[in-house]
């Protein structure tokens, strides 16, 4: 489990909060931490809800700031509502891993470093008001995790019942990723330290993150530091001590997206450096997609597949492909439990879709896109029972064509 950052823009996110705290949060327009280090939202409101159901609702167990599992009491969705805000990526955003198979409810989820200000908020339900209003179930498995095997759906009468096998790539890790910094060389009742190591300056932003505001203290660089094997995480705003020495370090990322120290320009006879003669600098933005399949059709009705947030690498796209159903001869049949079968037929708009047809592709140029197929049913019906199927859909990434 880790933390990346954010890179990605952002406009509105969404959080579900208690309806007291709701009415501070609105009153002076800031999502505050607490005790905690981040506070966290999500891009869109299926996620809110979902986070609730699991995380607060059910009562089930949580990870806190200090990837601590612990459990909250079971809560009443009534006295709970989401919000909704405009919000511009300040660079504090981060996504949280977790590496588990099946995932876990906070890979759902972006947490801000810190509190976050925001200037118009819209006051949603937590509990959709007329569920049956949706004609699909969202599928609750993020799709931007490691997943070993899909999530099986209940079938109901002449329902087909869809399932998705994705591919996902991993992400760089942090410097405060566990084995990566060095705090042995720390003690509280010492007031100068010399650093010579990356390890050593990461164990600087890792006692700092961990809300050590290292008053008074002294920390001289003593020779040039390279910080570009891992993703650097900022010395936060919090850290009153004083850095120093006649070296430079180098990050990996630009400037303007991460900061050594935050709200800090000024250090003695510390030069920092993004770019110096043959040195070669690397940046790396991990693969991350969200496909969403309906986890049920009835004959007669249309299913949308969507694709959101694609980012890949360049001359490759998200495919959503049609691969292959329960018949014996992968063909478009309904079967009952007494042997009855009828047939149907799926199209794209005036075009039938066959099996190992491609139904959804989205560039990165697109960031996002959905295709709607229809599921005809059948003019004559010869037997009654309840006709049941599956198809099989499979994403990957691939070259654009």
């Known amino acids: 489990m880790r933390f990346i950052k954010y890179q990605k823009p952002i406009s509105e996110l969404y959080h579900y909060t208690s309806r007291a705290n709701a009415e501070r949060v609105l009153s002076e327009k800031v999502f505050k931490t607490g005790n905690d280090i981040f506070c966290f939202f999500t891009t869109n409101v299926?996620?809110?809800?979902?986070?609730?159901?699991?995380?607060?609702?059910?009562?089930?167990?949580?990870?806190?700031?200090?990837?601590?599992?612990?459990?909250?009491?079971?809560?009443?969705?009534?006295n709970?509502?989401?919000?909704?805000?405009?919000?511009q990526n300040d660079g504090k955003f981060y996504r949280f891993l977790s590496e588990a198979d099946e995932g876990n409810p906070y890979d759902y989820s972006l947490m801000h470093l810190g509190d976050l200000s925001f200037r118009t908020a819209e006051v949603l339900p937590v509990r959709i008001p007329n569920p049956k209003d949706a004609p699909f179930k969202r599928s609750e498995t993020p799709f931007f995790v490691?997943?070993?095997?899909?999530?099986?759906?209940?079938?109901?009468?002449?329902?087909?019942?869809?399932?998705?096998f994705p591919t996902v790539a991993a992400a760089d890790g942090s410097w405060l990723d566990s084995g990566h910094f060095d705090i042995s060389w720390y003690?509280?009742?010492?007031?100068?330290?010399?650093?010579?190591?990356p390890a050593q300056v990461a164990g600087l932003s890792h006692l700092a993150n961990q809300g050590n505001t290292l008053s008074g203290k002294v920390f001289v660089i003593q020779n040039d530091v390279d910080l570009t094997e891992y993703q650097w995480v900022s010395i936060p705003e919090s850290f009153q001590g004083t850095?120093?020495?006649?070296?430079?370090?180098?990050?990996?990322?630009l400037s303007d997206?991460?900061?050594?120290a935050e709200g800090k320009t000024q250090f003695d006879n510390i030069s920092f450096r993004y770019a110096e003669n043959n040195m070669q600098i690397h940046y790396s933005i991990a693969p991350t997609y969200t496909v969403t399949i309906p986890g049920t059709v009835e004959l007669g009705q249309t299913a949308t597949i969507s694709a959101e947030n694609v980012v890949v690498a360049y001359g490759s796209q998200v495919e959503v492909s049609l691969t292959g159903t329960s018949d014996a001869s992968n063909a478009f049949t309904l079967t009952t439990a007494e042997g009855a079968v009828i047939n149907y037929n799926v199209n794209?708009?005036?075009?039938?879709?066959?099996?190992?047809?491609t139904v959804l592709a989205v560039t990165p140029v697109d960031g996002s896109g959905d295709a709607t197929l229809s599921f005809s049913e059948p003019k004559t019906l010869t037997y009654a029972g309840a006709y049941t199927s599956t198809i099989t859909f499979t994403v990957a990434v691939k070259p654009t064509a």
């Open 348 to 357: 794209k708009g005036t075009e039938a879709v066959s099996v190992g047809d």
């Open 243 to 253: 850095i120093e020495g006649l070296h430079k370090v180098v990050l990996s990322l």
């Open 187 to 197: 003690g509280s009742t010492q007031n100068q330290f010399q650093l010579s190591t």
């Open 80 to 87: 709970y509502v989401i919000l909704k805000i405009k919000v």
């Open 46 to 78: 299926e996620d809110s809800r979902m986070l609730f159901r699991q995380l607060m609702e059910k009562g089930a167990s949580y990870i806190d700031d200090c990837l601590s599992v612990r459990r909250r009491a079971p809560q009443n969705p009534e």
């Open 257 to 260: 997206q991460v900061s050594f």
């Open 146 to 164: 490691k997943l070993k095997r899909a999530a099986v759906v209940g079938i109901a009468s002449a329902m087909i019942c869809l399932s998705a």
